[in-house]
């Protein structure tokens, strides 16, 4: 499975790579922002993205928002992790097509399941 | 400064401490800093606004912030380098965020901002006079960090 992580924090970028490689996967690419996202997903293989919402340039939900308006991609399973824990927050995540969410800060245990919980029928999904 | 309001900074950075750098912190009674300014080299800070305003900051001198870089990145304080003030604004930012959730959740709807970090031996902070300020001490290990609280015009 080919993951893109999308994080301003480049410690937050490696905390999440590092608990995605314990969890065996091992296909991950990166970008700083909502705008270098939609670059590396023309570009390049993703089956999963998991995002931050709070960035500069182009935010997660704008990123998100705008991956929704492709056709082929509107059953890419996105992941958001992000500080943003309120209920209205969550609201305004999954209408903007997010399909599930971590809040940080998180155990690589939640991280396992909602991986889990969005990659369930996708080819090589952990 | 409003008790739950201190009460809930102090709750964030625990949790915040606790599973991102697997570090628990002894904390020790707010201090009022108009009577006390923290030695500190290392200075992230969130702003929040919104039904409620301000900065939460948080304070430390190189070693404590390399060591709590290296605890959340899996690696030696002595290995870390460049990573530190991107990993110092990421524990602003998630402290900061936890302690929004707890106000959203007492019906004070705000967003926070991107962290900003200042690093450096000779410097301070300072605020408008309409600041009403509070700083909460931690120990970790051997070393002292401060998280403080500054609410705008409330
Ligand atoms: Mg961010």
Redesign the interface.
Known sequence: MHLLVVD?????R??II?TLKKLGHNEIIEASNGREAIDRLAKDRVDLVITDW???EMSGIEFVRSVRTSRSREQLPILMV?????H?DIVAAVEAGVNNYVV????PETMREKIQAVTAGVEGGA | MKDHLIAHLVAATH??FE??AGTTLRSCPPIEPSAFAPMANVVATVGFAGGISGLVTLYSGFAAARAI?GA???MEAAEVNG?MP??M??MA??I???F??KL??EGL?CD?S?PTVTVGSDFSTRYGSEVTRVLCPFEMGNEEIFVGLALTGN
Do not use: Q, W, Y
Not at chain 1, 82 to 86: E, I, P, V
């Open positions: 301003d924090s480049s410690t937050m490696r905390i590092n709070n960035m500069p992000t500080t943003n824990a309120a209205d940080k800060p998180f155990t | 949790e915040v599973t991102m870089t959340m990145l899996g990573e991107d990993a604004g990421e930012n998630m900061a965020g936890l929004r959730s959203v959740a709807p926070i991107i």
